[in-house]
């Protein structure tokens, strides 16, 4: 923020995209959803969402899991469909609309758009899939201390107890085996 506040430049809203890599929902540096969006809060987006990959039809649960997650703004830019053995995309304009319509209608996104194997035909079967549909409504953060590997730890109220670190080891120290 200093060179911000050196320059009086003001920063653009940072979009964050992540790509679903297969069918398991895992990230190319092989986080889950909840993770990746995790990893990503110190960056402090306005947008997170994920693109390319997977159509989506195979992004829809990933999208889902995001969207409850997230107190951002949330985009999906799947490809049409899975490629084929010639690198083709073999999903139409209309299913693909389709599709999108499915997150709208759910209230999972705010962005749309797509990624491989879509042109201008796909943006327009976008657009009128999702016309007069609200927007995802960005729930309040709630300030949740939340931690992230390849899996995601969520504080939450259910969780009495929590042991971070090694496991006990009495056998190292007299003292610390009198204190247990």
Same mark, same amino acid.
């Given at each position: ?75 999906? @830019?799947?490809?049409? +469909? /899975?490629? &084929?053995?010639? =690198? %083709?995309?073999?999903? $139409? ?6 599709? *999108?319509?499915? @997150?709208?209608?759910? +209230? /999972?996104? &705010?962005?749309? =758009? %797509?990624?491989?194997? $879509? ?6 079967? *976008? ?54």
């Amino acid at each position: 923020m200093e060179f911000f506040e050196e320059t009086g430049l003001k920063p653009l809203p940072l979009f964050l995209s992540g790509t679903i890599i297969d069918a398991a929902g895992r990230t190319l540096s092989g986080q889950n959803t909840e993770a990746f969006y995790i990893s990503m809060l110190n960056a402090k987006p306005f947008c997170i969402g994920f693109n390319c990959a997977l159509g989506a039809t195979l992004m829809h649960p990933f999208l889902q899991r995001l969207s409850q997650i997230a107190t951002t703004y949330v985009h999906a @830019y799947p490809n049409a +469909g /899975l490629p &084929n053995e010639m =690198g %083709g995309y073999d999903e $139409t304009p209309e299913e693909f609309g389709a599709n *999108i319509k499915q @997150y709208a209608l759910e +209230g /999972l996104v &705010n962005m749309v =758009g %797509g990624c491989c194997g $879509t042109d201008p035909d796909y943006i327009r079967a *976008i657009t009128a899939a999702i016309e007069g549909i609200p927007r995802r409504v960005v729930p309040e953060d709630k300030h949740i201390t939340m931690f992230s590997g390849l899996t995601e730890f969520i504080f939450r109220e259910t969780i009495p107890f929590v042991n971070v670190g090694e496991r006990c080891n009495i056998s190292g120290s007299i003292q610390f085996k009198k204190m247990i």
